[in-house]
């Protein structure tokens, strides 16, 4: 098992990482203390891995909250039905909530704790790629408005995570390949080493090897904790992690999100701010070609050539990364190196959004 | 007018306290310097101050939520039609929220704030002694769920608090008094001195004295904003503040919210605690005397005989001051020392809560 601290002052905790972690009863006792726990998961994570927890989990109360699966179920009213279960089962202020499942679990679950009672003791188990990555890191918590996602939220950081490898030999492929968008994304704002590491070790990664799953997801936590650690609440540095989020959450909602998973969004969204970058000249049109080839060869879709350019470049003006200051953007100064920027001209992202169309 | 420093490190925040603050442009300026901003407040404060603080702010963009007026309506459904608002208007992440009433709109709007995009800026601009004294200074946000009050919540501080003596001239006196209790708490709880001016000033206080109310809203302000940081997500010295709110919460359930205001049923409450503290050994009953003269004298309750002492006792166990070591309550060791202790057996509360009756 590997060790990992996100560096928070009072808030700190670890992440460990490794196979086998769900059945290690003596980490689930060291991690879950409290004496009443409510285990938030999903319809379909719950067949697979709520036994083995439940088996593991030392406190004398536990209950169980299921979620039916799906990003459209990250609502206020599923954010409303958990806190009405903890008071149902009249959870004291110093009882824990533990998320087990992937991102729409951990985001649901860690807004309901970060706010019942204005704050529960909270255990995140991420079961997917991408939460172990991404989500699972960073405090980010939210359910989504009609109109936008993740409007609805806190910065609430977790006791501890814990991510089992093991869950991800369940994991449907297409959306192992969702997680490794935003595994590449790493690579591509703040590690140019990692980003070929990656193109060299990219099939012991998609055939699940222990030590590979270890690396990219260790690495991943690494790299977003540091990011994390210097800027908790997103006033600068901690933006960069948005790279392709602007293009793909607009994606996101034009698709209804259903056409794409949000990391198949932010893998087009990542080519797209590519394109923009090579168009501003900070990228080598190569360096494009090398990141659209290691998305692809990820299983991973990098062209919308059928959506309205214009809808696109309308729904990023309501992004919650628009600030007074204008829409700002994350671009790339070469692999592993990403800077925000005020988002140039709309003729520019128009010539990025319709590069596919014409080529 | 006088400024007061809540010290919470990187989230320290001053209050402004005195007459014709709700006039003074340059303050306003200097308190919200967004380019959007969203004045929350009710029906009854909106006719009364609304145009005289949108005369003061300079915002570029400025937008107006009037909730109904009334403890009833601090549900998450207002709570969501904020946040609609919010996004109608197109907020940034780096808009203001300014909460423009008593406690219920601080409550309420400083809850939206906490949550919107993970968090705005917030203002509070308490019109209420109750929201002067206590619901200002502190950070606590919440909405009520319709089995308990305060169950959904963030702590989350302001920018800064504009207490603006002048309003409390339009506030009804049973309010008036209903925001005395409060007062009279810290004197109870923490300073005996601050105990014996009011029993000197009372008159001077309730005549709205503009000296008297700086007294009073200052030093409650101070010695709240003291144990506020020193604790301030309330872990231990910070329950002190409860004192009379376990039996009170209970009581104000028990009259649906509508029997009595808030500050009524904490003054009931801090007379049941005193009894408690009495029967156990801890205080005078010439002390139990005292504090319920005090509190009749500002024109509040202090006994509610034809409650039910068994229902009063049920709730209480429901209280979110419960923690797995079981329910905690504060008692006084004497008026001016409160202390946080295991709440006594049933048949001791059971007797402070039918002594009225007896009697």
């Given at each position: 098992m590997d060790t990992l601290e996100v560096a928070l002052g009072a808030r700190s905790y670890p992440i460990y990482i490794g196979p086998g972690l769900l059945s290690d009863a003596g980490l689930l006792a060291r991690a879950v203390t409290a004496q009443q726990a409510l285990i938030v998961t999903n319809s379909t994570v719950a067949p697979l891995y709520l036994e083995r927890l439940q088996a593991g989990l030392r406190c004398p109360e536990q209950h169980v909250h299921v979620l039916p699966d799906?990003?459209?179920?990250?609502t206020l009213e599923t954010f409303a039905e958990i806190i009405d279960t903890l008071i149902e089962a009249r959870f004291h202020r110093d009882a824990c909530l533990v998320a087990l499942g992937g991102g729409v679990v951990g985001d649901i679950g860690g807004f309901a704790a970060a706010c019942y009672q204005r704050g529960i003791r909270y255990v995140q188990i991420p079961t997917t790629l991408l939460a172990q990555v991404d989500s699972g890191v960073g405090g980010k918590t939210a359910v989504n408005h009609p109109q936008a996602k993740n409007m609805i939220g806190a910065f609430y950081q977790p006791d501890c995570v814990i991510a089992d490898t093991d869950t991800l030999s369940t994991l449907p492929r297409r959306e192992f390949a969702a997680g490794m968008a935003e595994v590449i994304k790493y690579g591509l704002i703040l590690d140019a080493e990692f980003f070929a590491w990656l193109e060299a070790h990219l099939e012991d990664v998609l055939s699940l090897d222990t030590d590979a799953l270890r690396v990219i997801i260790g690495k991943s936590c690494e790299l977003k904790a540091a990011i994390v650690a210097e800027d908790e609440h997103e006033?600068?540095?901690?933006?960069?992690?948005?790279l392709g989020h602007t293009f793909g959450h607009a994606l996101e909602s034009i698709g209804n999100y259903?056409?794409?998973?949000h990391g198949e969004a932010v893998s087009i969204g990542m080519v797209l701010a590519a394109r923009t970058s090579a168009a501003l000249g900070s990228l080598d049109s190569a360096d494009v070609e090398r990141i659209s080839t290691l998305l692809t060869r990820a299983g991973l879709p990098t062209e919308a050539t059928d959506v309205d350019a214009e809808r696109v470049l309308e729904i990023m003006q309501l992004?919650?990364?628009?600030t007074a200051k204008g829409l700002s953007l994350v671009l790339l100064e070469g692999i592993g190196r990403g800077v925000i920027v005020a988002a140039p001209g709309a003729e520019v992202l128009r010539a990025a959004l319709e590069i596919g169309r014409d080529g």
């Open positions: 799906g990003e459209q179920y990250k006033r600068g540095r901690r933006a960069l992690l948005n259903e056409r794409w998973l992004d919650k990364k628009t």
